[in-house]
């Protein structure tokens, strides 16, 4: 193949864009209707092709071989990168190998195949070895977990259960979990910011007031179930208030009740999920997985009530989840390839 690498890449996308395809020819053919799927994937390939040249001299991409997709997976394993980042990365590469071989039937004199299988395998190894980290904002990919109760259930640990209801059950961000306190210092300001002014605190100085995270039970506006207030810190140190069932609560108190602190390992939670994951037979979908859950559950329910328009509950569960956009809301609607 001649011309510059983004040239290439060029070439190599337009092999698997047909707009009007249906779903079930994309499964079948590898070609994709989405131009801004390929142009996301055609980023890997810009990259991986730079650092192939790079150290391997490489200039034409029909060269590429399965010892340059382990050399730019590895690479990119090794920089802390997100889980779903790396898994995207995968993708990419292996819709570069459909469009290599598609260019190679209709250009080439003699057919060429590829193998970039090890993609997958390094993929794998990074999860299990806990290199890649948890995020939520990948948006090719539905995370949810096919039977969150039965994954929950699994979990023999008690603290990683507890956490993992905890999850399913309000949304909370994976940071929200790893350690509840009975008391926690949050800057007055931003309860105030986010309508938490109501919430009983006590002043410690002119910038920081102390606050309980649990804050009782109360009757859910929309079911009206009674349920427990838990009050999260996530992303961006946005304070919050979340919903979990009496029975969690009560465990949650008792557990701060005898430890004064609840606190678990990232990495231990993480494995646990996983291993709770493969004995239920579900896909590994992080402790993130159970947001999404949470956030598919709790629409259905606030649409089944009836009390609130589709355009409502969107705005809602996002406002539940620490978004604010409504629209985020269709991003975990998106259920997964079970």
Known sequence: MRGSLFFQTGCLAKMLFSPNISKIEQKHTGVLANAQTIETYREVWNELAILTKSMYGVK????????????????????????????????????????LEKFSACYSDELQTYDFSIRQRILDASRDALLVKETSDEPLYARDYKDPIALIHAIEDDQYQLAASIQYESGARLEAVLRIDQETTIKTVKLHENHLGNVPYQIIDQTYARVSQLQGMTQDPYDNAYKGQLLTIEKGGKPGIVFLSLMTYQKLEWYLIDHHVFKIDVHGYRRTLMNAAKVTNQSYNGSHGLRWNFAQKRFLDLQNLGKLTYEQALQQVSWEMKHERAEITEHYLRIGQH
């Open 60 to 99: 034409d991409l029909q060269r590429l071989s399965g010892e340059h997709i382990e050399s730019y997976m590895l690479a990119k394993a090794s920089q802390n990168i997100t889980e779903q980042r790396l898994e995207l990365i995968s993708s990419a590469i292996g819709k570069l190998q459909t469009a």
